[in-house]
Each structure stands twice: as structure tokens, then as C-alpha cells.
């Protein structure tokens, strides 16, 4: 089962340039936003992160551009959450241009796993384990 989540981005006069463009400073905010969206959605908001003891900072974080973004647009961002077995959360990211459904951009995050020591943890938090198993992530 693929686990997806959808937000509609309504863009600031703030986060354009002189040339009516997003600034690409602002990309990370929207995925930002979409992360915010899913956990809403499956339970995995970052205060169930620091509710077991963890917390779950950005790796890597990666994004690539079709189009750009205008101001006065809605686009969409579509978040995939990306199965592994490693203790880290993988998400896939879609752009989309309302209009014609066009792709705008896409990008990737991964975040990991710290006990509230800063300590990498190597493997899945009980927690994170059992959200796995709730959403069946492994199973076709």
C-alpha cells in the first residue's frame, strides 16, 4: 500500500522574487509542510516523535526543477513515504501545476532517528516499528 498525502500551496507575495518566481529558498518549507500533512494524516507528527524520546532531523534533502512556481498559482504537493527497513524515513515529493497537472518540481528527503542525548539510533524506535506494522508497509 502506498502511503500518500496531498496539500494545496497557496504562495506568498513574500516568497517571490522581482520576477513574480518562488525563490528557491522556499521549496524546502513546502516539503516542509507536506512532511506536516502526512503525519497528520498516518500519525507520524513530529510530537509523536518527541513524545517517545526521539527526535528526527534532516539528512538529505534534495529537490529538482521543471517549471517554476508564480505567484498567484495553487499548486499541489503530493508526499510519498518511501518503505526501508533502515531507521530512517524516506519521502518522495511532486510539484504539481493545477492547471494542467503538469510537474513543477520533485524531491526527496530522508530524516533519521536521535534519542534526546543526540545520539544516532541505530535501529527502528519501538514506536516507529509499530506505525510500520500498523500501515503495513512491507505488504503488497
Not at 500500500?1 to 518549507?29: N, Q, T
Not at 500533512?37 to 510530537?47: S, T
Not at 509523536?48 to 517549471?67: I, M, N, Q, R, W
Request: aromatic content about 18%.
Amino acid at each position: 500500500m502506498e502511503l500518500k498525502a496531498s496539500k494545496i500551496i497557496d504562495i506568498r507575495f513574500s516568497e517571490v522574487d522581482s520576477m513574480s518566481v518562488v525563490w528557491h529558498g522556499s521549496y524546502p518549507l513546502y516539503f516542509e509542510d507536506a512532511r506536516e500533512v502526512f503525519g497528520a494524516k498516518y500519525g507520524l507528527d513530529y510530537m509523536s516523535f518527541f513524545d517517545h524520546g526521539c527526535f528526527a532531523p534532516l539528512v538529505e534533502l534534495t529537490f529538482h526543477y521543471k517549471k517554476p512556481i508564480r505567484y498567484g498559482m495553487r499548486p499541489r504537493i503530493d508526499i510519498i513515504y518511501r518503505p526501508t527497513e533502515a531507521a530512517k524515513i524516506a519521502f518522495d515529493y511532486e510539484i504539481h501545476d493545477p492547471e494542467d497537472e503538469s510537474l513543477i518540481a520533485t524531491g526527496h528527503s530522508v530524516q533519521v532517528f536521535m534519542d534526546t542525548q543526540y545520539q544516532l539510533l541505530w535501529d527502528n524506535p519501538a514506536f516507529y516499528q509499530e506505525w510500520k506494522e500498523r500501515w503495513k508497509v512491507f505488504e503488497d
